[in-house]
């Protein structure tokens, strides 16, 4: 089995190697912190790795890769100037459009279930491709205000602070769609995929945001520090592991207990979700679909796995 292991991931660096394109089984691209790059994650659910950095002909200073793993929105430095930016990579090589205007630090970035918009800075930021320039989501809010969660269409959940608690509002495009409700805390929030409801953890009380504005209590659960959704489940991380909810059926389904201490719900291929990070030493990944959590040991790349 091993050795069939090592033949795969042998196979598939040639193929990248030769091609320059993302082949082969993967569970997409990822941001490598310790060697500022965009590398591929090869593999399939309990047997990855991490492959080579893809070239880039400018210093990525951060960069955060949308779920669809088809871009990523970055600060990058080139020509001694600094400034955001959209990545792509399709034929395996990063390219650069800059973002005009959009300015401050980008971490943290929300992105919608799809991918298809991105939250950072206070700026809405489209998919490439898109046609749509960046747009401020929070310059009419009070100051502190911070983009919770983002919708496939573009509307985002804010957490505005008022009078020493949060409010919660829908806003599109710096504009106030809705004030729904105001909470002591909230922990966090998600989107459903191509949906206008909307999730919102606050300690140990999960509320329901209808796309009409209405504010449900949905159900009590350990104080989640996560929230992620799939087309027929959602995902509430605790610190000991994942409820998985059947929100059409508003109930458990299972809960994905994990050797670690989630600190994300990052998506990968396939109904996956990263638990501590996909560079993480070790990495978690939980299938939603199923409810298992795998270990997986992430070797680097062979070439450097060699030296």
Request: hydrophobic share 50%.
């Amino acid at each position: 089995m091993r050795g069939w292991k090592l033949a795969f991931w042998i196979l598939s660096a040639a193929l990248f190697a030769q091609s320059g394109r993302i082949e082969g089984p993967s569970l997409g691209i990822v941001w490598h912190q310790d060697s500022r790059s965009l590398r591929p994650v090869w593999g399939v659910f309990g047997a990855a790795w991490l492959g080579s950095p893809l070239p880039a002909d400018v210093y990525l200073e951060f960069a955060a890769v949308a779920p669809n793993s088809r871009w990523a929105l970055a600060r990058v430095s080139r020509d001694d100037r600094c400034f955001a930016a959209r990545l792509t990579w399709p034929e395996g090589r990063v390219n650069v459009e800059e973002l005009e205007g959009v300015a401050g630090a980008l971490d943290p970035v929300v992105f919608s279930p799809s991918g298809n918009f991105a939250a950072a800075g206070g700026w809405r930021v489209a998919q490439p491709g898109s046609g749509t320039d960046p747009e401020p989501l929070v310059r009419e809010f009070a100051e502190g205000s911070r983009v919770l969660a983002l919708s496939d269409t573009g509307v985002a959940l804010l957490a505005v602070p008022e009078a020493g608690q949060w409010a919660l509002y829908r806003a599109a495009a710096g504009r106030q769609v809705g004030r729904l409700v105001t909470l002591p805390a909230i922990d966090a929030a998600a989107f459903l995929p191509d949906s206008a409801v909307a999730f919102a953890a606050a300690g140990r009380d999960l509320y329901r945001l209808g796309p009409a504005g209405a504010v449900e209590h949905w159900m009590n659960v350990e104080p989640a520090r996560r929230l992620a959704a799939t087309a027929d489940r959602l995902l509430a991380a605790t610190d000991a592991g994942v409820l998985l909810i059947d929100h059409e059926a508003r109930e458990p389904a299972a809960f994905a207990h994990c050797q670690c201490q989630p600190t994300t719900l990052e998506p990968a291929a396939f109904s996956l979700f990263w638990l501590t990070g996909a560079t993480a030493q070790p990495a978690w990944l939980l299938n939603a679909a199923t409810g298992g959590v795998r270990f997986v040991p992430m070797p680097a790349a062979a070439e450097e796995a060699a030296q």
